[in-house]
C-alpha cells in the first residue's frame, strides 16, 4: 500500500452514519480496500482537514444545455411552459457541435466536480449534425462527452437516448428533432461502437428510451431486447410523467398514464431510472417504487420549468429508492438540489426535517446517503459511498468557510446544504482515489472557462 493511496479522517460519513477517526485506504484503481473507524493516522498519513461525505453521482445531465442557462428566463408568450422553454433549446441545440459540446460538457464537468458531483448520467440525445446526418465513422457528439470526462476526471454513465417519434401514436418528428433520431438496428450499433471506448475509461454504457413521446412499444420492446443481448445489466433511463400534457397526451393515447403504462409494458425494475416520475396517482407511485427502479429527482429543474412537485410521501411509503440529478443545468450544485427537495416538501407538508429518518434525524445526512445510493444503482457504477469495493469519490468540506467553521461535522454538512452562502464549502475532492479539486479549484478551470466563454458567445451572436 503507498501513501498516497490512502487518507485519515477525524469525521467521515460512511452508509450508516458519522464516524470519527476513519483511516481509508483505495487499490490503484481507485477502489476503496478498507474503511476503518476508530483508528489514529498512521505516522506522516496524509489527513484530510475537514469531514469527508461521499462524492455524489449526478443521476440526470443534457450537458449542452448549460451552455444557454439564463437565455430562456423572459417571457416569450402569455403562459410561458416547459413547451415553450423546449422550442428555445431546440434553437440552441442546432448550432451546437462536436467542439461545442465538449467545451461545455467540460466546464460543466468542472463545476459539477467543484460542486460535489463525482459522476455523471449523461442523458445523450444530441447525437447528429445539424442536417440530421449522422458523424461518421465515430459518433463525434458522444465522443466529445467521452472526451470531456475524461479529461475533467469526471465518472460516467453514457446514456444515448433513442428518439424515434414526435408524440403518442407515433407522430412523425419534427425539424428540431432530427439531429435525436435513430432506427432501432442503428441505436443498437450505436451501443456496438460505443463500448470500448466506454471500457477504456471505466465508463459505464446503459440506454435511455427518451419517453414514451419519442418511443413507440414495439420499439421500446426491441430495444430492450437487443441492449440485455449487449449486456444484461446495463442501466435504462427514461425520462416519464414530467409534465401534465404529457400524462393527458397517454391517456388519450392508451387510456393509462405513462408510469402505469410503463410498468404493465416494459420489465421496469432496478436496473431502471425514472427521470421526474412527477405526475403519479398514489397507487402508481406505490407500485413503481415497489420495483425497485431509482426515482430521478432534479428539484432545480422541476423548479425552473414549472413541472411540478414528486410525491415523495407515497415514494417512500412504497420504500422507493431515489437520487438527484440536475438536468438542464440551470443549477449545477449537489446540495441545492437536495436543499430543493427538501423545501418543495416542507412547503407543500408545512412540517420540517420531512425528509430526516427514524434511524437518521439530521435531514441532510439522511438526504446525502439516500442520494449517494439511489444515485449509484442509477450510475451502474461502484460509487454508493465510503465501504470497501466502492470507489474512493471524496468530497471534503471546508472547516474554515465561514458558514462551516466551528461545527460539529454533522452540523457542517446540514450548513453546506441549508445554511449556504453561494459558495463553495468544498475544499478537496477526489474521484476514483485521484484528487481532482484542490482547495476549492479544479486545475483545468481557467482553461476551460475562456473555451465556454468563447463558444457561448457565438450562441448568444448567433441567436
Ligand atoms: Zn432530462
Given at each position: 500500500m503507498t501513501q498516497a493511496n490512502t487518507l485519515w479522517a477525524a469525521d467521515a460519513l460512511l452508509p450508516d452514519g458519522w464516524a470519527r477517526d476513519v483511516a481509508l485506504a483505495w487499490d490503484a484503481q481507485g477502489r476503496l480496500t478498507q474503511v476503518r473507524a476508530g483508528v489514529g493516522p498512521l505516522p506522516g498519513q496524509v489527513r484530510a482537514t475537514g469531514p469527508l461525505i461521499p462524492g455524489m453521482p449526478n443521476l440526470h445531465s443534457h450537458a449542452f444545455q448549460r451552455g444557454f442557462c439564463g437565455l430562456t428566463e423572459y417571457r416569450a408568450q402569455a403562459a410561458d411552459s416547459f413547451w415553450s422553454w423546449r422550442d428555445l433549446m431546440y434553437r440552441c441545440a442546432s448550432r451546437i457541435g462536436p467542439a461545442e459540446v465538449e467545451a461545455i460538457a467540460t466546464w460543466l464537468y468542472i463545476e459539477m466536480l467543484e460542486a460535489g458531483y463525482t459522476s455523471v448520467c449523461e442523458f445523450h440525445y444530441l447525437h447528429h449534425d445539424p442536417q440530421g446526418r449522422p458523424y461518421a465513422p465515430l459518433p463525434e457528439m458522444a465522443m466529445a462527452i467521452l472526451r470531456a470526462a475524461e479529461r475533467t476526471g469526471m465518472g460516467l454513465t453514457l446514456l444515448p437516448v433513442l428518439y424515434q417519434t414526435?408524440?403518442?401514436?407515433a407522430a412523425a418528428p419534427n425539424d428540431g428533432q432530427r439531429r435525436f433520431l435513430h432506427d432501432t438496428a442503428a441505436m443498437l450499433r450505436l451501443l456496438d461502437t460505443l463500448k470500448p471506448f466506454c471500457d477504456a475509461q471505466g465508463a459505464r454504457l446503459g440506454l435511455a428510451p427518451h419517453s414514451l413521446r419519442a418511443v413507440p412499444p414495439a420499439t421500446l420492446t426491441d430495444v430492450l431486447a437487443g441492449l440485455d443481448a449487449l449486456d444484461a445489466t446495463a442501466p435504462i433511463h427514461i425520462h416519464i410523467a414530467e409534465q401534465t400534457k404529457e400524462v393527458e397526451d397517454c391517456i388519450a393515447w392508451s387510456g393509462l398514464p405513462p408510469v402505469r403504462w410503463l410498468l404493465e409494458n416494459a420489465p421496469v425494475g432496478p436496473r431502471w431510472c425514472l427521470v421526474h416520475a412527477t405526475h403519479m396517482t398514489p397507487d402508481e407511485t406505490l407500485d413503481a417504487a415497489r420495483t425497485g427502479a431509482v426515482a430521478g429527482l432534479c428539484p432545480t429543474t422541476e423548479a425552473n420549468l414549472g413541472d411540478g412537485l414528486f410525491d415523495m410521501a407515497h415514494w417512500r411509503q412504497g420504500g422507493g429508492r431515489w437520487g438527484v440529478g440536475s438536468d438542464s443545468h440551470a443549477t449545477v450544485n449537489a446540495a441545492e438540489e437536495l436543499q430543493w427537495l427538501e423545501y418543495g416538501l416542507r412547503l407543500t407538508t408545512r412540517q420540517r426535517n420531512v425528509m430526516a429518518e427514524a434511524a437518521q434525524p439530521h435531514v441532510a445526512t439522511a438526504m446525502t446517503l439516500a442520494a449517494v445510493a439511489g444515485g449509484a444503482q442509477a450510475s451502474s457504477r461502484p460509487v454508493a459511498g465510503l465501504a470497501p469495493g466502492e470507489q474512493a469519490d471524496l468530497v471534503e468540506l471546508d472547516p474554515l468557510h465561514v458558514a462551516l467553521a466551528g461545527l460539529p461535522a454533522r452540523d457542517m454538512l446540514s450548513a453546506h446544504v441549508?445554511?449556504?452562502?453561494?459558495?463553495?464549502?468544498?475544499?478537496n475532492v477526489w474521484v476514483a482515489g485521484r484528487k481532482r479539486v484542490h482547495e476549492g479549484l479544479h486545475p483545468l478551470r481557467d482553461s476551460a472557462a475562456a473555451d465556454f466563454l468563447n463558444v457561448r458567445r457565438n450562441l448568444v451572436t448567433n441567436a
Amino acid at each position: 500500500m503507498t501513501q498516497a493511496n490512502t487518507l485519515w479522517a477525524a469525521d467521515a460519513l460512511l452508509p450508516d452514519g458519522w464516524a470519527r477517526d476513519v483511516a481509508l485506504a483505495w487499490d490503484a484503481q481507485g477502489r476503496l480496500t478498507q474503511v476503518r473507524a476508530g483508528v489514529g493516522p498512521l505516522p506522516g498519513q496524509v489527513r484530510a482537514t475537514g469531514p469527508l461525505i461521499p462524492g455524489m453521482p449526478n443521476l440526470h445531465s443534457h450537458a449542452f444545455q448549460r451552455g444557454f442557462c439564463g437565455l430562456t428566463e423572459y417571457r416569450a408568450q402569455a403562459a410561458d411552459s416547459f413547451w415553450s422553454w423546449r422550442d428555445l433549446m431546440y434553437r440552441c441545440a442546432s448550432r451546437i457541435g462536436p467542439a461545442e459540446v465538449e467545451a461545455i460538457a467540460t466546464w460543466l464537468y468542472i463545476e459539477m466536480l467543484e460542486a460535489g458531483y463525482t459522476s455523471v448520467c449523461e442523458f445523450h440525445y444530441l447525437h447528429h449534425d445539424p442536417q440530421g446526418r449522422p458523424y461518421a465513422p465515430l459518433p463525434e457528439m458522444a465522443m466529445a462527452i467521452l472526451r470531456a470526462a475524461e479529461r475533467t476526471g469526471m465518472g460516467l454513465t453514457l446514456l444515448p437516448v433513442l428518439y424515434q417519434t414526435g408524440g403518442f401514436g407515433a407522430a412523425a418528428p419534427n425539424d428540431g428533432q432530427r439531429r435525436f433520431l435513430h432506427d432501432t438496428a442503428a441505436m443498437l450499433r450505436l451501443l456496438d461502437t460505443l463500448k470500448p471506448f466506454c471500457d477504456a475509461q471505466g465508463a459505464r454504457l446503459g440506454l435511455a428510451p427518451h419517453s414514451l413521446r419519442a418511443v413507440p412499444p414495439a420499439t421500446l420492446t426491441d430495444v430492450l431486447a437487443g441492449l440485455d443481448a449487449l449486456d444484461a445489466t446495463a442501466p435504462i433511463h427514461i425520462h416519464i410523467a414530467e409534465q401534465t400534457k404529457e400524462v393527458e397526451d397517454c391517456i388519450a393515447w392508451s387510456g393509462l398514464p405513462p408510469v402505469r403504462w410503463l410498468l404493465e409494458n416494459a420489465p421496469v425494475g432496478p436496473r431502471w431510472c425514472l427521470v421526474h416520475a412527477t405526475h403519479m396517482t398514489p397507487d402508481e407511485t406505490l407500485d413503481a417504487a415497489r420495483t425497485g427502479a431509482v426515482a430521478g429527482l432534479c428539484p432545480t429543474t422541476e423548479a425552473n420549468l414549472g413541472d411540478g412537485l414528486f410525491d415523495m410521501a407515497h415514494w417512500r411509503q412504497g420504500g422507493g429508492r431515489w437520487g438527484v440529478g440536475s438536468d438542464s443545468h440551470a443549477t449545477v450544485n449537489a446540495a441545492e438540489e437536495l436543499q430543493w427537495l427538501e423545501y418543495g416538501l416542507r412547503l407543500t407538508t408545512r412540517q420540517r426535517n420531512v425528509m430526516a429518518e427514524a434511524a437518521q434525524p439530521h435531514v441532510a445526512t439522511a438526504m446525502t446517503l439516500a442520494a449517494v445510493a439511489g444515485g449509484a444503482q442509477a450510475s451502474s457504477r461502484p460509487v454508493a459511498g465510503l465501504a470497501p469495493g466502492e470507489q474512493a469519490d471524496l468530497v471534503e468540506l471546508d472547516p474554515l468557510h465561514v458558514a462551516l467553521a466551528g461545527l460539529p461535522a454533522r452540523d457542517m454538512l446540514s450548513a453546506h446544504v441549508f445554511g449556504s452562502h453561494r459558495t463553495s464549502a468544498l475544499r478537496n475532492v477526489w474521484v476514483a482515489g485521484r484528487k481532482r479539486v484542490h482547495e476549492g479549484l479544479h486545475p483545468l478551470r481557467d482553461s476551460a472557462a475562456a473555451d465556454f466563454l468563447n463558444v457561448r458567445r457565438n450562441l448568444v451572436t448567433n441567436a
